[in-house]
């Protein structure tokens, strides 16, 4: 559980966040965000079809985690009840416009997504066939083959995926464009 989520993980999460950190590890200059999101999207339909001992291990996790926020709670409700309830005063206060905005914006949906990275396609298309050929492997083994297999290769081996993602860069950013001025006239 991140420390600054109060709510507990479900094991698809625990999944995504261990993938993502082996990732991470191996691949240290792409942006974390784009990689977060995409291999959340990839984890989430590998875990419709994987099997039940292979999802036993993360909701083992969840559970802990839901345990660990259950416990955390009621030590926090035993030591500040009296400090919780606001006066009725307070209660009947209206909350400054300030107050009522989020900290964080909302995202437009329909903003365009950026394409994925070149080692993101490889992923994509190479983890399946991993999984087949050896489908004892974890995730986070194949996570290691995978990324191995990709430093070992050469620019020219590498060159499909990296001209596939300047292809869906180039559409991507002219997608951005249409949206902001679109956005820009909408604001007009």
Same mark, same amino acid.
């Given at each position: 559980?991140?420390?600054?989520?109060?709510?507990?993980?479900?094991?698809?999460?625990?999944?995504?966040?261990?993938?993502?950190?082996?990732?991470?590890?191996?691949?240290?200059?792409?942006?974390?965000?784009?990689?977060?999101?995409?291999?959340?999207?990839?984890?989430?339909?590998?875990?419709?079809?994987?099997?039940?001992?292979?999802?036993?291990?993360?909701?083992?996790?969840?559970?802990?985690?839901?345990?660990?926020?259950?416990?955390?709670?009621?030590?926090?409700?035993?030591?500040?009840?009296?400090?919780?309830?606001?006066?009725? +005063?307070?209660? #009947?206060?209206?909350?400054?416009?300030?107050? /009522?905005?989020? $900290?964080?914006? &909302?995202?437009?949906?329909? *903003?365009?997504?950026?394409?994925?990275?070149?080692?993101?396609?490889?992923?994509?298309?190479?983890?399946?066939?991993?999984?087949?050929?050896?489908?004892?492997?974890?995730?986070?083994?194949?996570?290691?083959?995978?990324?191995?297999?990709?430093?070992?290769?050469?620019?020219?081996?590498?060159?499909?995926?990296?001209? +596939?993602?300047? #292809?869906?860069?180039?559409?991507?950013?002219? /997608?951005?464009? $249409?949206?902001? &001025?679109?956005?820009?006239? *909408?604001?007009?």
């Amino acid at each position: 559980m991140s420390l600054d989520d109060p709510h507990p993980w479900s094991g698809v999460r625990w999944f995504a966040n261990i993938v993502y950190r082996e990732i991470v590890q191996m691949h240290p200059r792409h942006n974390k965000n784009l990689l977060f999101q995409e291999i959340h999207f990839r984890c989430v339909r590998e875990w419709a079809v994987m099997s039940a001992r292979e999802r036993e291990r993360f909701l083992v996790y969840a559970e802990q985690d839901r345990a660990l926020v259950e416990r955390s709670l009621a030590s926090n409700n035993k030591t500040t009840t009296s400090t919780c309830k606001k006066s009725e +005063e307070e209660a #009947r206060t209206p909350l400054s416009s300030s107050a /009522k905005k989020s $900290k964080i914006a &909302k995202k437009d949906p329909n *903003r365009p997504h950026k394409p994925p990275t070149a080692y993101l396609q490889f992923y994509i298309a190479k983890h399946r066939q991993c999984k087949q050929a050896n489908p004892d492997m974890t995730y986070s083994d194949i996570a290691k083959v995978l990324s191995k297999e990709w430093n070992a290769m050469s620019e020219m081996e590498k060159e499909p995926y990296v001209k +596939e993602y300047k #292809r869906k860069m180039s559409i991507y950013k002219g /997608k951005l464009d $249409k949206y902001k &001025k679109e956005k820009k006239e *909408r604001k007009a």
